[in-house]
């Protein structure tokens, strides 16, 4: 990694990449780590995703406008752009945990059609703002701390030994860590519930429940008890979108995984998925991830 010394602000660390080389690194944090303990107010922000997964809290960070106490099992979904800050480094010397970071491309090529594009790999999801996992901190269960612990020192492992086929490795470790984040990130509802908001959870909730239904603005307002235009400015606020557009998100959802796991035709997936109309959702997704269902699924299968 590199500092971005060009831009004004926090420093900007970008991710130096070389010919033949999976542009992915991990990150240790904790004592042994360069520049460890940070100091506090330090501020900083990154040109690529980062996943920040503590086996062991402490400290406290700002990401995202709010202050976040890091706890044992807590991961941080951190979209490039967004601005770190370590505000108390109280419980620093217990701190362990593990970065990652990497470039969209690692995943695979950027072959016409491959769907790896930053907005539209469903593995990138979490990383969007106001896509996929909304909250910025996920939890893991305690069951699974282990099995994230040992995947994220293989990981590291690999790209520090760089034995024959290390890259196709690397690579492999990466998408199965980004598939266990998707699934920590599906219910908003929980997120937002782990993340103290239980408004926004029964809205997620009510969602989730009848998405699948013609429900609208005033149906999932009346659930909640608000007015519907007091909850649009309340969900737009919390999360950079509408409750329409969060609909049709989870919609959307619904369709991309059973044009994956199912050969199900696009109008028995349109009906599943809340769609009355083939034609309209058709359009809709086109409109969402650039090219239709069908080639959705041919790219997935590849």
């Known amino acids: 990694m590199r500092v971005d010394t060009r831009s004004a602000g926090p420093p900007a660390y970008k991710l130096v990449t070389a010919p033949g080389v999976p542009p992915l690194m991990t990150v240790r944090f904790g004592r042994g780590m360069a520049g460890w303990p940070p100091d506090e107010g330090h501020s900083h922000l990154h040109h690529f995703p980062l996943l920040a997964y503590f086996a062991v809290g402490g400290v406290a960070m700002r990401l995202a406008g709010r202050l976040w106490r890091v706890e044992s099992g807590d991961v941080y979904v951190i979209a490039p752009g967004e601005v770190v800050a370590v505000e108390d480094t109280g419980g620093v010397e217990e ?90 990130a599906r219910d908003a509802a929980s997120d937002f519930r782990l993340n103290g908001e239980p408004l926004l959870a029964d809205v997620f909730t009510y969602i989730e429940d009848h998405y699948a239904e013609r429900i609208s603005l005033q149906d999932v307002a009346r659930a909640v008890h608000l007015t519907p235009g007091y909850l649009t400015t309340l969900v737009r606020q919390k999360t950079g979108r509408p409750v329409q557009e969060w609909i049709a998100e989870r919609r959307l959802g619904r369709a991309r995984r059973l044009l994956v796991e199912t050969d199900l035709g696009v109008e028995e997936i349109a009906n599943a998925a809340g769609y009355r109309d083939p034609a309209y959702f058709a359009r809709q997704f086109k409109r969402a991830h650039g090219v239709t269902p069908l080639a959705w699924r041919c790219a997935s299968r590849r």
């Open 95 to 184: 701190l362990e945990g593990w970065g990652v970071v990497f470039l969209p491309e690692a995943l695979g090529p950027q072959a016409p059609g491959s769907l790896l594009a930053w907005h539209t790999h469903p593995l990138l999801f979490p990383f969007t703002r106001g896509s996929g996992g909304v909250a910025t901190r996920l939890r893991v269960p305690l069951a699974d701390r282990a099995a994230w612990h040992e995947r994220l020192a293989i990981l590291d492992h690999e790209l520090r030994d760089q034995r024959d086929g290390y890259q196709t490795a690397v690579i492999a470790h990466l998408t199965l860590l980004l598939v266990e984040l998707a699934r920590l």
